[in-house]
């Protein structure tokens, strides 16, 4: 077996799935761009069959990544495998990945298919794949359920049919690390010409142990591919996280003797952009990419590792991508300054029209707080890739009132198609009031499902706060972000974004319901 690990990220396709995460065509293309630059080995774009949009999304996809392999889901039919096909063909390098449930409760229950029928079916997908693609992979849905003598009959006949990566999930987050571990290992045993594939595993957080999971069916069962997302983003309780692996075989290389191609100072900005796109923020305490993952309160350990960094880190925040001095810019700092800061955080603005723009934001931020962080220049630049021209929606000013045994009230002006519109409201916040002022006069009726704050840097009382706002209305779930010193400020933008996205007829390529 290979001792290197293949990373595949379905940030895009089964991350997407989490309600309310859906993206845009450009959002996609946003975070495809920063899992290249991660070094990602494959990319699962989408789910071609999905939507008109998710078809879109993948070939434009497809046709600007070139060191990663890019990839589509598809179920095992034709019309699903020929989608894909198509969307993918301007890849340089393309990955088909079909499915079909083989565990005897789906069989039965959700295909109502005999065991036979669906060997016979994941056959046939596999050997239609092969029209578009030599790169084919098969997944087993529900593979952990699965009889293990069936599998192994379904496993040996996709791979004699030309699938080259067998991927087994623990779809429903019901293995133990130990457990799941040792059924790869005897799949693997009771599949013939299992050598003749790579083992995949993918695995689902509902008990905590996706990352646990992944690591055994490397280290226990001679898996060689970990299907994972950034931030372990995904419906119900999330993937296996990325960054926890990678750093685990990385960090643990004496236990594990494994290596894997990712570009680990990429992770960081990798985490904040899928947080930023998404509305999905990072707890603090998220191993690897939370920002007190580096943290010391301690009076022992802040001693100790002042001492040396190694009595209480086992990586350095450095490794990942955090900077080591995140107090760079202020109000006197120039545009160069700012572009080279840029750069060095990995964040790419396409024209300088934008990074004018950023600037200015700056500018306009350092205005009213003294110290500008790593995390509030991610924060500015977190909408650069939406146009504005397109918005129907833009913040313009508040002012509120709050006072103890007082109602409180707001007054909000935003612009409306280029018109200016002024709204007063009372609430029992600061924050309901403008919420019920823009209300007022938009008439959106959409139902606020989401309100989350979290402080963009910490330690200081000048922290920009960030503010989420997740909306449905009519079946469409979306997330509005928005980032202001003033949270009341941030949760005026956070709801006005997300109104010009439900606004937005083309705003999600998977809507969810």
């Known amino acids: 077996m290979s001792d290197r690990v293949i990373i595949f990220d379905t940030t895009l396709r089964d991350g997407e799935q989490s309600p309310g995460a859906s993206m845009t065509r450009e959002e996609k293309i946003r975070i495809a761009k920063q899992l290249e630059k991660l070094k990602v080995d494959v990319i699962e774009a989408g789910f071609a069959a999905a939507s008109n949009g998710d078809f879109e999304a993948i070939k434009s996809i497809a046709s600007v990544i070139k060191d990663s392999t890019v990839c589509s889901l598809a179920r095992a039919n ?97 293995a133990v690390p130990s457990l799941y571990g040792d059924y790869i290992r005897q799949l693997r045993e009771m599949t013939p010409n299992s050598d003749k594939a790579v083992w995949s595993v993918h695995c689902h957080n509902d008990l905590g142990m996706a990352v646990a999971n992944s690591l055994a069916g490397v280290s226990i069962g001679g898996a060689r591919q970990i299907e994972c997302t950034i931030n372990g983003l995904g419906e ?46 990072v707890q603090p305490n998220k191993a690897i990419v939370g920002a007190n993952a580096f943290a010391h309160a301690s009076g022992i350990h802040q001693d100790g590792v002042l001492k040396a960094r190694q009595t209480y880190e086992i990586m350095t925040a450095e490794d990942v991508g955090w900077a080591a001095n995140k107090i760079v810019l202020g109000k006197l700092s120039g545009r160069n300054a700012f572009k080279q800061r840029l750069e060095a955080l990995g964040i790419e603005l396409e024209t300088e029209q934008a990074i004018n723009d950023a600037f200015q934001r700056f500018k306009d931020l350092a205005d009213r707080k003294s110290e500008i962080f790593d995390e509030d220049i991610h924060a500015l630049v977190s909408g650069e890739g939406a146009d504005a021209a397109k918005e129907q929606f833009h913040f313009v000013s508040l002012s509120q009132r709050s006072e103890t045994g007082e109602k409180p009230s707001a007054k909000v002006v935003f612009a409306s198609n280029g018109s200016e519109i002024t709204s007063e409201s009372e609430g029992n916040g600061p924050v309901d009031a403008t919420v019920k002022a823009i209300e007022a006069k938009v008439s959106s009726g959409a139902e606020l499902l989401l309100f989350s704050v979290n402080g963009i840097t910490s330690g200081t009382t000048e922290s920009q706060g960030e503010v989420t706002m997740r909306l449905q209305k009519g079946g469409r779930i979306v997330n509005g972000v928005g980032a202001d010193p003033d949270i009341v400020v941030a949760s005026a933008k956070a709801y006005l974004s997300a109104l010009n996205k439900l606004a937005s007829k083309n705003e999600k390529l998977n809507p969810q319901v």
Do not use: W
């Not at 192994?152 to 699938?163: L, Q």
């Open 78 to 174: 034709d019309k699903d495998i020929s989608r894909a096909g198509v969307a993918l063909a301007p890849a340089e390098r393309r990955r088909i990945h079909t499915f079909i449930a083989t565990s005897p409760l789906h069989m039965e229950v959700k295909l109502r298919m005999t065991p036979d029928q669906v060997l016979e079916q994941a056959v046939k997908a596999v050997k239609f794949a092969l029209q578009y693609t030599d790169d084919v992979e098969f997944s087993a849905e529900d593979g952990y359920r699965s009889e293990l003598p069936f599998l192994a009959r379904v496993c040996e006949a996709v791979i004699k049919a030309g699938a080259r990566t067998i991927n087994i999930p623990d779809t429903v987050g019901y």
């Open 236 to 281: 119900r309780a999330g993937n296996c996280s990325l960054e926890e692996v990678v750093m685990a075989i990385k960090t643990r290389r004496d236990f594990f003797d494994l290596d894997v191609g990712i570009d680990t100072q990429q992770i960081v900005p990798a985490s904040r952009l899928v947080s930023n796109i998404s509305g999905f923020v």
